[in-house]
């Protein structure tokens, strides 16, 4: 019988899985079409995000290690880093065309 992937985990508003990326081969996931859609962005072929190192704080919720913030701008500014790994792929494509 085949292992259920693992739910994904929610670090302010984008999805991940438990080894905090938005592609990862170890266990076969990839929510870069569910944070592009939620920030507004059409879905395309990019590069995933990866969370910077977090914990949970007692309310359940991934707060970044480095400011201890649940919604840190610098760490989980994902719309930003959204939009470069966008602008990169549609530079790549230019080029490879």
Known sequence: MAEAAPAPIEI??????????????????????????????DPIDREGLEAPPSSVNKEGQYQCKKHGSTACNQCYGWKKQITRARAAAKKAGKKSS
């Open 12 to 41: 302010n508003d984008a999805y991940f899985c438990q080894h905090f990326k938005e592609v990862c081969t170890d266990c076969s996931y990839d929510g870069r079409e569910e944070n592009d859609t939620f920030f507004g962005f």
